[in-house]
């Protein structure tokens, strides 16, 4: 198995965030499996080693004595493929629409369908590989999810990624209702402890991701309030729909009408038992998530980019990825053969 070196920018100040927490994670799990260090690129900490020092002392190289790079930070993606060219790589993929392609062979580790899917049609013959995210073990260690006594908070906002429909329309609309509302919008140092104490949770992240450009990548925050027993209404953009079945695991946010939402987050309040999870459902759904399970499933993974890599280093040539050229002609064509047949429709409901 080669050593792993997990590619992120820095580990301290601006670089703390959610797909930081992911990809420290993932390193710590890939440690049961092979040698792993984490490279910091833009940021020297003493702790790491520094990317571009590395690519000083080595000469590049993807047989078996080499290590296999894992790159994941969305915009870097591009240029950190460029300088680790004729190096063992894998892209462990996110969110999805950067719009940038990959070179032929980059294998791509996708972190929910959404984005296998987004790079199944991107990179049809690159190898792709589907490997979820993980829960911490304290989501399913502390969350309370069987639990059934009262919550302090009857609905819990986390003001990070929410629309401006739920913080200026629908919380303070519930909040008139007398429904006690709380929007979470600093640090916390115990979010386990915060959703335990919350009935329900409010998740609308569309109109954030949609204006960024990028997708959901995979949607931890709605996972983790399931495991602590809340009730869950969200959005269904991108990866959330991957596990969110409306009516099973959660509920839709924004289904229509205010008012739909008022009466269904007001009688989750009022009943929380009758709206929570299917309990099978949220088993599989948890048990899917743990870390155990993804231990397994990124020991077969790492098994099959050893495989393609010796191939590789072995001299079998890498598939080459769809031609763009083209693209933009069979495009244009389709564009006016669906323009006319639409216009020959409406003639003929007009008629």
Known sequence: MRSIRVLVPGTTGRFRCGGLLVELQTARLLEQFARVQLV????????????????????????????????????????????????????????????????????????SRNTLGYWGDRAPRNPLY????????????????????????????????????VLERLVPALRARGLGVEVQSGWVDDLVDLFNSATVVLYDSAPYWRGRGVSEGFGLPPIEALACGCVVFSSLNHALADNLDPGVLGHQLGAGTLAADLDRISAAVQDPQAWRPQPE??????????????????????????????????????LPGSPRAGFGRQRLRQYFANRIAGLALDWQLRR
């Open 130 to 165: 589907l490997v979820p995210n993980a829960l911490e073990p304290m989501w399913l260690q502390r969350g309370a999810r069987g639990s059934s006594g009262p919550r302090s908070i009857d609905v819990l906002v986390q003001q990070r990624k929410s629309s401006r429909y």
């Open 281 to 318: 459902a949220l088993e599989q759904l948890l048990g899917n998530t743990s870390e155990q399970t993804l231990a397994q499933r990124w020991s077969s993974t790492l098994e099959q980019l050893n495989e393609h890599w010796d191939r590789i280093a072995a001299g079998e040539p890498a």
């Open 40 to 111: 910091t690129y833009r940021q020297r900490e003493p702790e790491h080693p520094f990317l571009a020092d590395l690519l000083r002392l080595e000469q590049p190289g993807c047989g078996p004595g080499e290590p296999l790079w894992l790159v994941s930070w969305g915009f870097d993606v591009p240029q950190l493929l460029r300088r680790l060219r004729g190096r063992a790589t894998a892209y462990h993929a996110h969110s999805s629409g950067y719009g940038f392609d990959l070179p032929a062979g980059v294998p791509v580790l996708a972190v």
